[in-house]
């Protein structure tokens, strides 16, 4: 899609019109790119390898108000909170969960450029929670807090 991806065109379609139901028809499966569009807006997610059968339903049931997701799909959201709650607190409960996300990125040394395209927002606001991760952990710079990160087991 030229000049913007899935993501964005969900988020602006959601965002002007909440009525209009969006079904994203991808190649990625990843939980990443599953949970961007979930945050966009998106009511369907289905692998592009999906048959004329599955897109239909997905059509039907996402016209009529219903989410719908292909099925291996389906078992990776089921799995991925399945496992949500097996796991222990996370170590740093001052911060959001957007927070926490961000620091996961920073202590991958991901760069702000390469969180803001995993997590689908500007930079500008990628800086804005790093400086409050910083803030809350009173670090005073980025290797502080990949660190402080990495010693809880993140990244």
């Given amino acids: 899609m030229p000049g913007t991806n899935g993501i964005e065109a969900t988020r602006?379609?959601?965002q002007s019109s909440p009525h209009i139901g969006v079904?994203?028809?991808t190649m990625f499966e990843d939980d990443d790119s599953v949970f961007a569009a979930m945050r966009a807006g998106a009511r369907g997610?289905?692998?592009k390898g999906a048959d004329?059968?599955?897109i239909l339903r997905a059509i039907h049931s996402v016209a009529s108000g219903e989410a719908m997701f292909g099925p291996n799909i389906a078992r990776r959201l089921i799995n991925f909170f399945a496992q949500l709650n097996s796991k222990p607190?996370?170590?740093f409960p001052e911060l959001t969960e957007r927070e926490r996300e961000v620091l996961?990125?920073?202590a991958r040394g991901t760069s702000n450029s390469e969180i803001a395209g995993a997590l689908v927002i500007s930079q500008k606001t990628v800086r804005n929670h790093?400086?409050?991760i910083f803030n809350k952990l009173q670090v005073a710079n980025r290797a502080q807090a990949i660190i402080r990160a990495r010693t809880a087991g993140l990244g």
Avoid: A
Wanted: charged share 10%; net charge negative.
């Fill in 12 to 14: 602006l379609i959601y």
């Fill in 52 to 54: 004329q059968t599955e």
């Fill in 45 to 47: 997610y289905l692998l």
């Fill in 89 to 91: 607190p996370h170590p």
């Fill in 130 to 132: 790093v400086s409050n």
């Fill in 23 to 25: 079904i994203v028809l």
């Fill in 104 to 106: 996961d990125l920073l």
